[in-house]
């Protein structure tokens, strides 16, 4: 189970991933927020697929940027 896996489903909120555990996403009301993990270690990204709404960002840790998405979820919402 790669670190992101194990992060979603530590917070017990639905998800899906890739069979790499290298991309997760969350399904909105607005879209879906993903995050991957990048080719360096301790480098996460994120973004929304949303065309109304723009987000993206870049994170140090899994945790971080899993947060970071489910906030924008719930505002989003």
């Keep these: 189970m ?3 896996t194990e992060t979603a489903t530590a917070l017990h909120v639905p998800f ?3 069979e ?3 991309w997760i996403r969350f399904p909105g009301k607005c879209g879906r927020v993903y995050v991957a ?3 360096w270690e301790n480098n996460y ?3 929304c697929d949303c065309p109304e709404h723009h987000l993206q960002g870049r994170f140090l840790s899994p945790e971080e940027a899993v947060q970071a998405g ?3 979820l ?3 919402a």
């Design 16 to 18: 899906e991933a890739s």
């Design 45 to 47: 990204l994120l973004w």
């Design 20 to 22: 790499s555990g290298r």
């Design 37 to 39: 993990e990048g080719h």
């Design 70 to 72: 489910l906030r924008w």
């Design 2 to 4: 790669s670190r992101l």
């Design 74 to 76: 719930s505002r989003a």
